[in-house]
């Protein structure tokens, strides 16, 4: 079966400071795979989307950039962490619609 | 571009009340819409589809296409059904992005 894996689960981290969230797909080949940032009273912010590897679409201009090294890893990264991008990050990967989500990531930039 | 709304950010019905959590879409194109729920400490999780047209936990959803809704219902709601509720519409093509509005939170009293 597959599953989807995202970490650290939780990261408290300094403005200014580098930013990477790692997600993992098992279980499935060329998985379609997305970065959502849910923040309360703003609901889910679609961030990335990838189709392959080395394939990245963004959704929204922001500090943030994201990549796909192999099939079924998805990175989020930012050199300078702002204020702003305090929230919480979620990694999906979709199969016929249905999009699966990892447990999470919760980023509190201080 | 395609808009998801759910106008309540707050919904507080009695266990055994109906129930209706509302949202409204703006699409150019034919519609694929979802409703995705997350439970406490749980992960967000797809509950169901328009075009499987079935009831999942006693929840239905009708696409009306010509007031543009896709409101989710039961009518008689239970203490497990607390919960954040997302509607989600999807655009054409083959990447399977979703737009999410920016969810209700139910919650059902005892």
């Known amino acids: 079966s597959q599953t989807i894996h995202q970490w650290p689960a939780t990261l408290v981290q300094p403005v200014g400071s580098p930013l990477s969230l790692e997600c993992t797909v098992e279980g499935t080949s060329n998985p379609n795979l997305y970065w959502y940032r849910q923040a309360a009273g703003r609901g889910l912010q679609l961030l990335f989307y990838?189709?392959?590897?080395?394939?990245i679409s963004s959704e929204v201009p922001q500090n943030l950039s994201a990549s796909r090294p192999q099939d079924r890893q998805f990175i989020l990264s930012s050199k300078k962490l702002l204020l702003s991008d305090s929230g919480f990050y979620l990694c999906?990967?979709?199969?016929?619609?249905?999009?699966?989500f990892g447990e999470g990531s919760r980023l509190t930039v201080l | 571009a395609q808009r998801v709304t759910q106008p309540e950010k707050l919904l507080s019905v009695f266990k055994g009340a109906p129930v209706e959590l509302k949202c409204n879409y703006s699409?150019?194109?034919?519609?694929?819409l979802f409703w995705y729920v997350q439970y406490s400490r749980q992960r967000l999780q797809l509950l169901l589809r328009?075009?499987s047209r079935e009831s999942i936990k006693g929840f239905t959803a009708d696409l009306n296409k010509g007031e543009t809704s896709f409101h989710l219902k039961k009518p008689f709601a239970q203490e497990e059904d607390s919960a954040m509720y997302y509607c989600a519409l999807r655009s054409g093509g083959s990447n399977y992005k979703l737009t999410f509005g920016k969810g209700t939170l139910l919650t059902v009293n005892p």
């Open positions: 999906a990967w979709s199969l016929i619609g249905e999009l699966f």
């Open positions: 699409y150019s194109g034919s519609p694929e």
């Open positions: 328009h075009i």
């Open positions: 990838s189709v392959g590897i080395g394939q």
